[in-house]
């Protein structure tokens, strides 16, 4: 029934910008951190970028100052915004979540969009 569909993604020239969205859907009670991990081929899925309700942000070091998480908490979507995109940043991007189905008190589950592919490339 959760659903989160990212888009935004494609192919950039290094040096090039994109922005991602993601938005969550279902029977979705609340939602407490967002954000994206990312899998390259024969890697391994790591974090990117994740914002908390509170709006703190956790980044990796590889895409610190170039990458900014934002999130619309209201319509519990998450953007992020990837400037200065190098060619090790090609990747499948997913969107993530945090999240509950029920009131307090109920189990936190993490959920994942099906991905959307991020290429830099000259």
């Known amino acids: 029934q959760v659903q989160l569909v990212e888009s935004g993604g494609g192919l950039v020239q290094p040096g090039g910008s994109l922005r991602l969205s993601c938005a969550a859907s279902?029977?979705?009670?609340?939602?407490?951190?967002m954000g994206w991990y990312r899998q390259a081929p024969e890697s391994q899925r790591e974090l990117v970028a994740v914002?908390?309700?509170?709006?703190?942000?956790n980044y990796a070091d590889s895409v610190k100052v170039r990458f900014t998480v934002s999130r619309d908490n209201a319509k519990n979507p998450v953007y992020l915004q990837m400037n200065s995109l190098k060619p090790e940043d090609t990747a499948l991007y997913y969107c993530?979540?945090?999240?509950?189905?029920?009131?307090?008190?109920?189990?936190?589950?993490?959920?994942w969009g099906q991905g959307t592919q991020v290429t830099v490339s000259s």
């Open positions: 914002m908390t309700r509170d709006g703190n942000t």
């Open positions: 993530y979540a945090n999240l509950r189905l029920a009131p307090q008190n109920s189990p936190w589950y993490n959920y």
């Open positions: 279902g029977s979705i009670f609340t939602i407490n951190n």
